[in-house]
């Protein structure tokens, strides 16, 4: 928690203190499959292709992502870069056994994956849940309250 704004929480999660098999098990499927597109393929380019690829792809799974929830939206530090979203950008929110994620589709979509923020819990599930809950309204539950009045 930041002691600098109360009204502020931030907190890091690092897959490897999480679970550290799957990290691994992460790391060392991506090695396979780069190892196997080196001995299929004669254009040695295309290993290193797979490898940034597979890498790029799964690097959530194990290096440390940190958040940053406020007043005004969602930070996401990751790698040295930093994600903001007001919280009026968000629409709608799923809760998940590892995290909540925010998407700005006010319905599911299969779009959901590429314009939303997965926050991962670290030990704080509830506070990350009711500050979620607080700061983002569900377009669902507009029409619910709509349709009772």
């Known amino acids: 928690m930041n002691h600098e704004n109360p009204t502020t929480h931030y907190w890091t ?7 550290p098999a799957v990290a691994s098990s ?10 196997t597109v080196y001995f299929l393929y004669p254009e040695k380019i295309f290993a290193v292709l797979a490898l940034l ?8 799974l194990y290096l440390p992502v940190s958040y940053r929830l406020d007043e005004e939206g969602v930070a996401v530090f990751f790698l040295g870069t930093r994600t903001f979203r007001k919280w009026s950008h968000y ?3 799923y809760l998940h056994r590892d995290g909540v994620f925010l998407t700005s589709m006010p319905m599911p979509s299969r779009l959901d994956p590429f314009r939303g923020h997965f926050l991962r819990y670290d030990g704080d599930k ?10 983002v ?3 669902q539950e507009e029409k619910g309250e709509e349709q009772e009045k």
């Open 26 to 35: 992460v790391i060392f499927i991506n090695l396979a499959i780069t190892v």
């Open 126 to 135: 509830n506070i990350v849940i009711e500050y979620v809950k607080a700061h």
């Open 137 to 139: 309204k569900r377009i």
């Open 53 to 60: 690829v597979m890498f790029g792809m799964t690097a959530t």
């Open 91 to 93: 629409r709608n929110y």
């Open 13 to 19: 999660f690092n897959p490897w203190s999480k679970n």
